[in-house]
């Protein structure tokens, strides 16, 4: 039996990218995958609740629902994201920044909310926030995205330390560069660009984030997770 066989996930942003890949992977490993997200999946093996993550009744309704039907809520992933390629600040478009920290900022804010409302009744439960490199380094022509992301990071390090107590575990990933319909939004010259910043010489597959995020679901993560944030952001493991 698979380490997350039975465990209820809701992936938001499941139904695209990293977001379909993690869902599959959960899939494949014996959870039941929820996609919340504007559009449904290409995939029938997953779950999908029509969900928009800046609107606080869709989520309420996410969360009555998939507790309706499954009970639980073992794992989430606040996934769903913009990206923006926009003018640096003295020429700010003011409804770009509010849209992008909206959805990538305030989104998953609000998932988290109503989600560990239920984790704090089951007293467990697994959360990852979905964060980015462009949250730990600067990079041009982003700002609410680099904000929204950098925001991410430090929020789930106070959440992580607010609910280990109570055994609920949050984790963010950061990835570099991945080969999602994200990147097709961004003019392609920046694209090219980002291939020759990866170490790796090539973009990371969806899969390959899936594979880690899957990691910090299962139980196994635990020894590294509801740890000790060290004031310089490090973890001490517990
Ligand atoms: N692709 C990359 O290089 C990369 C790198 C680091 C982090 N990320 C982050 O990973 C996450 C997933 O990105 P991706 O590359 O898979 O993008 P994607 O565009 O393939 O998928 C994003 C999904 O989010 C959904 N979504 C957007 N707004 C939503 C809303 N308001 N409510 C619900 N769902 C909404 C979209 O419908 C889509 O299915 C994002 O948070 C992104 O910032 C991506």
Known sequence: MSELTGKVAIVTGGSSGIGLATCQRLVK??????????EAPEDSRIKFVKTDVTDQRSLQNLVETVVRQYHQIDILVANAGITEHKA????????????????????????????????????????INMSSILGVVGAANSQAYSAAKAGVANF???????????????????????NTPLLQTLPSDVTDSMVAKMPVGRLAEPSEIASVIAFLASDDASIVTGAVINADGGYTAQ
């Not at 490993?29 to 504007?38: E, K, M, P, Q, R």
């Not at 900022?105 to 697994?126: A, E, W």
């Open 156 to 178: 789930t390090r106070s959440q992580a330390v607010t609910y280990a107590p109570q055994g609920i575990r949050f984790n963010a990933v950061a990835p570099g560069y991945v």
């Open 88 to 127: 640096g600040v003295a020429d700010l478009d003011v409804a770009n920044w509010q849209r992008v920290i909206d959805v990538d900022l305030t989104g998953v804010v609000l998932t988290d909310k109503y989600v560990v409302q239920q984790m704090v009744k089951q007293q467990s439960g697994s959360v």
């Open 29 to 38: 490993d014996g959870a039941i995958a929820v996609s919340a997200d504007l």
